[in-house]
């Protein structure tokens, strides 16, 4: 029993050093992509080829002034950071990173959990993390961020739904709610091949999920300045910056797992098939940033009811009577 606890607390601090350092390099390859894309050079002035800019910013805003609004819940205010942040965090304890491997002979997974409920715990965390941005928006006393709170809060809840239902047909054609368990089943061929639409409906609700462009109407600058996080400074809004590009490798994830084979892939390491899976899709979803113009609301919310949720229902129904 204190061997599984050991084990479980060594990959959780191993998970969570590998995820913070990964979520500033995609910080700094967004900047640089996007400096490329407007014909322009991105950070390169802290250290070689600017590899130190992630410690730069960070060590700004940890330096910065703590500061909390006037009329602001400071309670909430406080709080609604550290919920998004932990909760993005924690859907990474039941998502696969390889097969399990052997050191020293002993047996090593790598991840911290395969409950038999796996995207269900998915799915629920995210659910919650809302919370984090609702009551950031509300507690900061500001018409902006309440705003901003709203409309991150409605688009989120809106697009769940159909990112959930997606998933319902992948969990169909497993027969199981393990992530592990998915990705086994796709040894016989990927499942973006035998549930194309579903990938579709993932992919668009994901884009919408993380508040990204075409569909970062939450932080409209030209309207909101920066949304629900206007009244954040320093560390606190760096957790919400935390959570924002967890999140968005956190849906390249589900979407090489649930998809893509996970980990599976020829004459390489599991663990680094899963990797480049992971890289691609965060450059897609920065490609599209840089590509893709903001959509207006009632555009964005038309696209989640009227077409992305009746579709993905129609998806279900067909793939289980294929399934049944």
Known sequence: MIAVVVEAAVKSALLAFVLLTATAYTVLLERKLLGRFQVRYGPNRVGPAGLLQPLADGIKLLTKESFVPQGADRLVYLLSPVLITVTALFVYAVIPFGPPFEVFGYRVTPYVADPNVGI??????????????????????????????????????????????????????????????????????????????????????????????????????????????????????????????????????????????????????????????????????????????????????????KILIPVALGNVVVTALFVV
């Open 120 to 305: 269900l715990l998915v799915l629920g965390a995210s659910s919650v993390g809302v919370y984090g941005l609702i009551l950031g928006g509300w507690s900061s006393n500001s018409k902006y961020s309440l705003l901003g709170g709203l409309r991150s809060s409605a688009q989120v809840i809106s697009y769940e739904l159909s990112l959930a239902l997606a998933v319902v047909g992948v969990v169909l054609a497993a027969g199981s709610l393990s992530l592990v368990r998915i990705v086994e089943a796709q040894q016989e061929g990927w499942f973006v091949v035998r549930q194309p639409v579903a990938f579709v409906i993932f992919f668009l609700s994901a884009l919408a999920e993380t508040n990204r462009a075409p569909f970062d109407l939450p932080e409209a600058e030209q309207e909101l300045i920066a949304g629900y996080q206007t009244e954040y400074g320093g560390f606190k809004f760096g957790m919400f910056y935390i959570a924002e590009y967890l999140a968005i490798i956190t849906q390249s994830a589900l979407a090489a797992t649930l998809f893509f084979g996970g980990w599976m892939g020829p004459w390489l390491p599991g663990i680094v098939w899963f990797a480049i899976k992971v890289t691609v899709f965060v450059m897609v979803f920065i490609w599209i940033r840089a590509t893709v113009p903001r959509v207006r609301y009632d555009q964005l919310m038309g696209l989640g009811w």
